[in-house]
Protein backbone atom coordinates (compact mmCIF):
# COMPACT_ATOMS: atom_id res chain seq x y z
CA UNK A 1 0.00 0.00 0.00
CA UNK A 2 2.32 2.46 0.77
CA UNK A 3 4.43 1.87 -2.90
CA UNK A 4 0.65 2.67 -4.35
CA UNK A 5 0.29 5.80 -2.09
CA UNK A 6 3.99 7.38 -2.94
CA UNK A 7 3.76 6.40 -6.88
CA UNK A 8 -0.45 8.26 -6.87
CA UNK A 9 1.38 11.17 -4.86
CA UNK A 10 4.08 11.63 -7.62
CA UNK A 11 1.43 11.62 -10.72
CA UNK A 12 -0.34 13.80 -9.46
CA UNK A 13 2.77 16.32 -8.54
CA UNK A 14 3.21 16.05 -12.06
CA UNK A 15 0.02 16.61 -13.57
CA UNK A 16 -0.25 20.24 -11.04
CA UNK A 17 2.95 20.86 -12.59
CA UNK A 18 2.14 20.16 -15.78
CA UNK A 19 -1.25 22.74 -15.40
CA UNK A 20 0.52 25.40 -13.73
CA UNK A 21 3.53 25.49 -16.80
CA UNK A 22 0.37 25.43 -18.77
CA UNK A 23 -1.35 28.57 -17.13
CA UNK A 24 2.10 30.55 -16.82
CA UNK A 25 2.52 29.37 -21.06
CA UNK A 26 -0.53 31.01 -21.62
CA UNK A 27 -0.39 34.30 -19.82
CA UNK A 28 2.84 35.27 -20.55
CA UNK A 29 3.62 37.39 -24.33
CA UNK A 30 4.92 36.31 -27.04
CA UNK A 31 8.19 37.26 -26.87
CA UNK A 32 9.48 39.72 -30.14
CA UNK A 33 11.55 37.75 -32.51
CA UNK A 34 15.65 38.20 -32.03
CA UNK A 35 16.94 40.97 -34.21
CA UNK A 36 19.89 39.83 -36.18
CA UNK A 37 23.38 41.25 -36.11
CA UNK A 38 22.75 42.71 -39.67
CA UNK A 39 20.06 44.44 -38.82
CA UNK A 40 21.76 45.78 -35.42
CA UNK A 41 25.15 46.61 -37.44
CA UNK A 42 22.70 48.66 -39.62
CA UNK A 43 20.42 50.23 -37.17
CA UNK A 44 23.22 51.55 -35.33
CA UNK A 45 25.74 52.66 -38.00
CA UNK A 46 22.77 54.57 -40.03
CA UNK A 47 21.80 56.15 -36.67
CA UNK A 48 25.47 57.62 -36.02
CA UNK A 49 25.58 58.28 -39.61
CA UNK A 50 22.59 60.41 -39.34
CA UNK A 51 24.29 63.47 -37.63
CA UNK A 52 25.95 64.16 -40.61
CA UNK A 53 23.11 62.88 -43.17
CA UNK A 54 20.79 65.29 -42.35
CA UNK A 55 22.65 68.08 -43.53
CA UNK A 56 24.42 66.18 -45.79
CA UNK A 57 22.18 65.11 -48.00
CA UNK A 58 21.30 64.99 -51.81
CA UNK A 59 21.56 68.39 -52.21
CA UNK A 60 25.23 68.48 -50.95
CA UNK A 61 27.35 70.26 -53.47
CA UNK A 62 29.58 67.10 -53.22
CA UNK A 63 27.94 63.48 -53.49
CA UNK A 64 28.05 62.54 -49.72
CA UNK A 65 25.36 60.00 -50.22
CA UNK A 66 26.87 58.09 -52.99
CA UNK A 67 29.00 56.91 -50.13
CA UNK A 68 26.04 54.33 -49.57
CA UNK A 69 26.38 52.91 -52.96
CA UNK A 70 30.33 51.97 -52.26
CA UNK A 71 31.92 49.19 -50.45
CA UNK A 72 32.44 51.71 -47.59
CA UNK A 73 28.50 52.11 -47.43
CA UNK A 74 27.63 48.68 -46.63
CA UNK A 75 26.16 48.51 -43.21
CA UNK A 76 25.72 44.93 -43.19
CA UNK A 77 29.73 44.92 -42.53
CA UNK A 78 30.46 45.43 -39.17
CA UNK A 79 34.09 46.69 -40.26
CA UNK A 80 32.39 49.70 -42.88
CA UNK A 81 33.45 52.66 -41.80
CA UNK A 82 31.16 55.81 -40.47
CA UNK A 83 31.19 59.34 -41.52
CA UNK A 84 32.93 59.66 -38.04
CA UNK A 85 35.60 56.58 -38.47
CA UNK A 86 36.90 58.95 -41.15
CA UNK A 87 36.30 62.44 -40.21
CA UNK A 88 36.27 62.18 -36.55
CA UNK A 89 33.42 63.20 -34.31
CA UNK A 90 33.93 67.16 -35.22
CA UNK A 91 31.51 68.27 -32.29
CA UNK A 92 32.55 71.88 -32.85
CA UNK A 93 31.36 71.03 -36.64
CA UNK A 94 28.39 69.78 -35.50
CA UNK A 95 26.86 71.82 -33.06
CA UNK A 96 28.82 75.48 -34.53
CA UNK A 97 28.03 76.42 -30.78
CA UNK A 98 29.14 80.19 -32.01
CA UNK A 99 26.25 80.28 -34.58
CA UNK A 100 29.01 81.08 -37.32
CA UNK A 101 27.52 80.98 -40.93
CA UNK A 102 30.20 79.08 -41.95
CA UNK A 103 30.85 76.08 -39.81
CA UNK A 104 34.34 74.96 -38.16
CA UNK A 105 35.69 72.53 -40.31
CA UNK A 106 35.60 68.68 -39.11
CA UNK A 107 38.21 67.21 -37.38
CA UNK A 108 39.51 65.74 -40.22
CA UNK A 109 39.09 66.43 -43.93
CA UNK A 110 40.26 64.85 -46.75
CA UNK A 111 41.26 67.81 -49.53
CA UNK A 112 44.37 69.41 -48.35
CA UNK A 113 47.48 68.90 -49.90
CA UNK A 114 49.94 70.58 -47.45
CA UNK A 115 51.87 67.92 -45.70
CA UNK A 116 50.15 67.73 -42.32
CA UNK A 117 46.53 67.29 -43.73
CA UNK A 118 47.96 64.32 -45.91
CA UNK A 119 49.71 62.84 -42.91
CA UNK A 120 46.18 63.17 -41.34
CA UNK A 121 44.81 61.47 -44.48
CA UNK A 122 46.72 59.02 -45.12
CA UNK A 123 46.72 57.81 -41.63
CA UNK A 124 43.19 57.56 -41.29
CA UNK A 125 42.75 55.13 -44.36
CA UNK A 126 45.82 53.27 -43.52
CA UNK A 127 44.34 52.44 -39.94
CA UNK A 128 41.88 49.90 -41.97
CA UNK A 129 43.41 49.23 -45.21
CA UNK A 130 46.99 47.72 -44.49
CA UNK A 131 48.69 44.45 -45.51
CA UNK A 132 48.59 43.17 -49.21
CA UNK A 133 49.74 45.74 -51.73
CA UNK A 134 49.75 48.28 -49.25
CA UNK A 135 52.36 46.81 -46.85
CA UNK A 136 54.87 48.41 -48.21
CA UNK A 137 53.69 51.98 -48.35
CA UNK A 138 55.95 53.36 -45.22
CA UNK A 139 59.09 54.74 -47.01
CA UNK A 140 57.44 54.10 -50.84
CA UNK A 141 58.47 56.96 -53.69
CA UNK A 142 54.27 57.98 -52.97
CA UNK A 143 54.96 58.37 -49.12
CA UNK A 144 58.10 60.40 -49.39
CA UNK A 145 56.37 62.84 -51.92
CA UNK A 146 53.45 63.79 -49.28
CA UNK A 147 50.91 62.13 -52.03
CA UNK A 148 47.82 61.82 -50.03
CA UNK A 149 45.67 58.60 -50.71
CA UNK A 150 42.55 61.41 -52.24
CA UNK A 151 44.85 62.01 -54.93
CA UNK A 152 44.09 59.13 -56.95
CA UNK A 153 40.71 57.84 -54.82
CA UNK A 154 37.82 58.92 -54.94
CA UNK A 155 35.67 57.90 -51.83
CA UNK A 156 32.27 59.40 -52.28
CA UNK A 157 31.87 58.62 -55.63
CA UNK A 158 29.25 56.21 -56.75
CA UNK A 159 30.53 53.52 -59.44
CA UNK A 160 33.93 52.41 -59.52
CA UNK A 161 36.85 54.12 -58.37
CA UNK A 162 38.72 56.00 -61.43
CA UNK A 163 42.04 54.77 -60.34
CA UNK A 164 40.45 51.09 -59.65
CA UNK A 165 38.94 50.92 -63.19
CA UNK A 166 41.36 49.77 -66.25
CA UNK A 167 39.86 51.95 -68.63
CA UNK A 168 40.28 55.07 -66.69
CA UNK A 169 43.35 54.23 -64.32
CA UNK A 170 45.97 55.63 -66.80
CA UNK A 171 44.15 59.40 -66.41
CA UNK A 172 45.09 59.87 -62.91
CA UNK A 173 48.43 58.55 -63.29
CA UNK A 174 49.00 60.66 -66.65
CA UNK A 175 47.56 63.48 -64.12
CA UNK A 176 51.40 63.70 -62.15
CA UNK A 177 53.54 61.37 -64.97
CA UNK A 178 53.42 63.37 -67.75
CA UNK A 179 56.36 62.02 -70.04
CA UNK A 180 55.11 59.15 -69.16
CA UNK A 181 51.72 60.31 -70.68
CA UNK A 182 53.48 61.07 -74.19
CA UNK A 183 55.46 58.41 -74.31
CA UNK A 184 52.33 56.12 -74.54
CA UNK A 185 51.21 57.71 -77.35
CA UNK A 186 54.07 57.70 -79.44
CA UNK A 187 53.97 54.90 -82.52
CA UNK A 188 55.03 51.63 -80.77
CA UNK A 189 53.71 51.56 -77.16
CA UNK A 190 52.18 49.53 -75.07
CA UNK A 191 48.19 49.99 -75.69
CA UNK A 192 48.33 51.31 -72.48
CA UNK A 193 45.53 54.17 -74.37
CA UNK A 194 43.36 51.45 -75.24
CA UNK A 195 43.03 50.02 -71.48
CA UNK A 196 44.38 46.87 -72.77
CA UNK A 197 47.60 47.31 -70.05
CA UNK A 198 47.22 49.31 -66.63
CA UNK A 199 50.36 50.92 -64.76
CA UNK A 200 49.03 49.24 -62.34
CA UNK A 201 49.96 45.49 -64.25
CA UNK A 202 53.70 47.05 -63.99
CA UNK A 203 53.90 49.09 -61.11
CA UNK A 204 52.70 48.82 -57.38
CA UNK A 205 51.90 52.47 -56.20
CA UNK A 206 51.12 51.62 -52.75
CA UNK A 207 54.95 50.49 -52.46
CA UNK A 208 57.54 47.72 -53.50
CA UNK A 209 60.79 46.58 -53.03
CA UNK A 210 62.21 47.39 -56.77
CA UNK A 211 63.36 50.16 -58.07
CA UNK A 212 60.10 52.96 -59.99
CA UNK A 213 58.10 51.12 -57.80
CA UNK A 214 57.79 48.05 -59.35
CA UNK A 215 55.21 45.05 -59.12
CA UNK A 216 57.81 42.80 -59.22
CA UNK A 217 61.32 42.29 -57.85
CA UNK A 218 62.88 43.45 -60.66
CA UNK A 219 62.57 44.92 -64.64
CA UNK A 220 63.01 41.57 -65.96
CA UNK A 221 60.60 39.73 -63.62
CA UNK A 222 58.00 42.21 -64.48
CA UNK A 223 58.14 42.05 -68.38
CA UNK A 224 58.54 38.38 -67.80
CA UNK A 225 55.20 37.84 -66.65
CA UNK A 226 53.83 38.84 -69.90
CA UNK A 227 56.86 38.48 -72.06
CA UNK A 228 57.40 34.41 -70.25
CA UNK A 229 59.34 33.62 -74.06
CA UNK A 230 62.32 36.17 -73.26
CA UNK A 231 62.70 34.35 -69.74
CA UNK A 232 64.72 31.35 -70.95
CA UNK A 233 66.63 29.77 -70.04
CA UNK A 234 68.60 29.74 -72.96
CA UNK A 235 72.21 27.66 -73.90
CA UNK A 236 73.43 30.87 -75.18
CA UNK A 237 72.10 34.36 -73.04
CA UNK A 238 72.35 37.89 -74.22
CA UNK A 239 74.06 39.32 -71.67
CA UNK A 240 72.42 42.82 -71.87
CA UNK A 241 69.01 41.26 -72.53
CA UNK A 242 68.96 38.75 -69.53
CA UNK A 243 70.85 42.05 -67.63
CA UNK A 244 68.05 44.80 -67.76
CA UNK A 245 65.44 44.71 -70.75
CA UNK A 246 65.90 48.75 -70.31
CA UNK A 247 69.13 48.43 -71.92
CA UNK A 248 67.27 48.18 -75.33
CA UNK A 249 63.81 49.33 -74.72
CA UNK A 250 62.01 52.02 -73.10
CA UNK A 251 58.76 50.44 -71.72
CA UNK A 252 55.84 53.32 -72.21
CA UNK A 253 56.61 54.19 -75.27
CA UNK A 254 59.31 54.75 -78.76
CA UNK A 255 59.20 55.83 -82.05
CA UNK A 256 61.24 53.16 -83.00
CA UNK A 257 59.59 49.66 -83.13
CA UNK A 258 59.65 47.04 -80.97
CA UNK A 259 60.05 50.08 -78.50
CA UNK A 260 63.66 50.16 -79.09
CA UNK A 261 65.88 53.19 -77.69
CA UNK A 262 67.77 53.63 -80.69
CA UNK A 263 67.11 52.75 -84.47
CA UNK A 264 69.44 49.73 -85.71
CA UNK A 265 72.26 48.89 -86.39
CA UNK A 266 73.39 51.83 -83.79
CA UNK A 267 71.52 50.46 -80.81
CA UNK A 268 73.77 47.40 -81.16
CA UNK A 269 76.70 48.87 -81.84
CA UNK A 270 76.56 50.87 -78.74
CA UNK A 271 77.92 47.30 -77.70
CA UNK A 272 79.36 45.80 -79.98
CA UNK A 273 81.78 47.37 -82.25
CA UNK A 274 83.50 44.59 -83.67
CA UNK A 275 86.59 45.95 -86.40
CA UNK A 276 86.39 42.78 -88.58
CA UNK A 277 82.57 42.71 -88.34
CA UNK A 278 81.12 44.96 -91.82
CA UNK A 279 78.09 46.13 -89.62
CA UNK A 280 79.69 49.38 -88.05
CA UNK A 281 78.85 51.39 -90.54
CA UNK A 282 81.76 54.03 -88.83
CA UNK A 283 84.66 52.06 -89.10
CA UNK A 284 85.71 52.19 -92.27
CA UNK A 285 85.02 48.20 -93.72
CA UNK A 286 83.70 48.84 -96.60
CA UNK A 287 79.96 50.81 -95.68
CA UNK A 288 79.58 53.82 -96.96
CA UNK A 289 76.70 55.48 -94.83
CA UNK A 290 75.82 57.07 -97.57
CA UNK A 291 75.73 54.22 -99.80
CA UNK A 292 74.44 51.70 -97.58
CA UNK A 293 77.62 49.57 -98.92
CA UNK A 294 77.89 48.39 -102.58
CA UNK A 295 76.88 44.38 -101.98
CA UNK A 296 73.64 43.36 -101.39
CA UNK A 297 74.58 41.16 -98.13
CA UNK A 298 76.56 44.70 -97.07
CA UNK A 299 72.55 46.64 -97.37
CA UNK A 300 71.43 44.52 -95.23
CA UNK A 301 73.85 44.20 -92.38
CA UNK A 302 73.70 48.22 -92.60
CA UNK A 303 69.97 48.09 -92.19
CA UNK A 304 69.67 45.90 -88.98
CA UNK A 305 71.62 44.03 -87.13
CA UNK A 306 68.35 41.62 -86.48
CA UNK A 307 68.34 40.51 -90.32
CA UNK A 308 70.52 37.74 -89.77
CA UNK A 309 71.14 37.74 -85.42
CA UNK A 310 66.98 37.21 -85.20
CA UNK A 311 67.33 35.86 -81.38
CA UNK A 312 68.44 38.82 -79.81
CA UNK A 313 66.82 37.65 -76.13
CA UNK A 314 68.81 34.44 -76.19
CA UNK A 315 69.34 31.28 -78.39
CA UNK A 316 69.99 27.72 -78.34
CA UNK A 317 71.75 27.51 -81.52
CA UNK A 318 74.22 25.10 -81.85
CA UNK A 319 76.43 28.20 -84.04
CA UNK A 320 77.36 29.31 -80.51
CA UNK A 321 76.59 33.20 -78.87
CA UNK A 322 75.51 34.71 -82.37
CA UNK A 323 71.98 34.69 -81.48
CA UNK A 324 70.82 33.69 -84.65
CA UNK A 325 67.36 30.94 -84.95
Known amino acids: MKLWHRLATIVALAAGLATGTGALAADKPAAAPAKTFSNTVTGKALEADAVCTKCHDENEARPALAMYKTRHGVKADGRTPGCQSCHGA???????EKGASVRPIPDRMFTGRNKSDTAKINETCNSCHQGGKRALWEGSKHHRDDVPCTACHQVHTHGKDRVVDRATQKDVCFACHKSERAESLRHSAHPIQNGKVACSDCHNPHGSTAPKLLARN????????CHAEKRGPFLWEHPAASDNCTNCHTPHGSNIQPLLKA???WLCQECHAAPNHPSPAYSGNGLPVSQGGVAAAQQMMLRGCTNCHSQVHGTNHPSGPRYTR
Open 263 to 265: RQP
Open 218 to 225: SVNDTCYA
Open 90 to 96: SEAHVKN
